[in-house]
């Protein structure tokens, strides 16, 4: 597993690859406690990582909408 501060360079899609390991992980091998609270607390940073990616994208598509005058929806 990578270091836990690791995600100025991870993208949206590498990060989402890694939580879904991460739940595989907790679902199918059994982990001992330690380890569970590790791969939870990496699950959670990883979490909110892609939820400040896509803020930071709907920020961009907002500004891209207002630059040209459209809307979308």
């Known amino acids: 597993m ?3 501060h690791d995600f100025e360079t991870l993208s ?3 990060a989402m690859r890694e939580l879904e390991a991460i739940l595989e ?3 199918t091998a ?3 406690l330690e380890e569970t609270l590790s791969l939870y607390e990496r699950g ?3 979490a909110k990582h ?3 990616l ?3 994208a709907e920020v961009r598509i907002q500004m891209l909408n207002g630059s040209n005058g ?3 929806g």
């Open 30 to 32: 059994q982990p001992s």
């Open 44 to 46: 959670q940073a990883l």
């Open 12 to 14: 949206f899609e590498d």
């Open 25 to 27: 992980k907790l679902e």
């Open 50 to 52: 892609c939820a400040t």
């Open 70 to 72: 459209t809307e979308l």
């Open 2 to 4: 990578e270091p836990s």
């Open 54 to 56: 896509l803020e930071q």
